[in-house]
């Protein structure tokens, strides 16, 4: 005769699964501080020229009569394109790499409307760059 265990069998867990333990901690070298202040020079360096660069295109384009053809507009709307990534994303970008963690810099409206601008930002400037490749 077989005897029946009414001992239950509880399931039992293993950390194998764990793969957070299985690698050493991830270094984080933007908080060291002269790491941190290159990329915020670097950034700060690439925001200007961005923005001022794009504005003397606009600027340029627009006040000249003959400077107005079709080309040049698609010029002009990638120069727009540029100038917001430059003054809306990238200083929100900056903050995100250079913030530390305990301040939570970022919350979940601004994180989710720099994903949206910065998609149509780039997206803008290609889809510019491709009419312009048409049109010639």
């Known amino acids: 005769m ?12 293993n950390d194998t699964n764990n ?3 299985d690698y050493p901690p991830y ?3 933007s908080q060291i501080s002269y790491v941190r202040f290159l990329f915020i020079f670097l ?12 504005a003397a295109v606009c600027y340029t384009v627009l006040s000249n009569r003959k400077m107005k053809t079709v080309v040049n507009f698609y010029i002009v709307n ?8 430059g003054s809306f994303v ?6 995100e790499l250079t913030a530390p963690a305990e301040w939570h810099a970022l919350n979940d ?3 989710s409307a720099m994903f949206y601008l ?3 930002f780039v997206f803008a400037s290609v889809l510019t760059l491709v009419a312009t490749c048409l049109e010639r």
Do not use: R
């Open 2 to 13: 077989t005897e029946t265990s009414n001992e239950s069998h509880e399931f039992e867990t």
């Open 19 to 21: 793969f957070a333990d």
């Open 27 to 29: 270094p984080d070298f």
């Open 43 to 54: 950034y700060f360096i690439v925001m200007i020229l961005s923005v001022f660069g794009n």
């Open 78 to 85: 990638l120069a727009v394109c540029d100038f917001m990534v």
């Open 90 to 95: 990238l200083p929100v970008k900056l903050l």
């Open 109 to 111: 409206t601004l994180c």
């Open 118 to 120: 910065q998609t149509v």
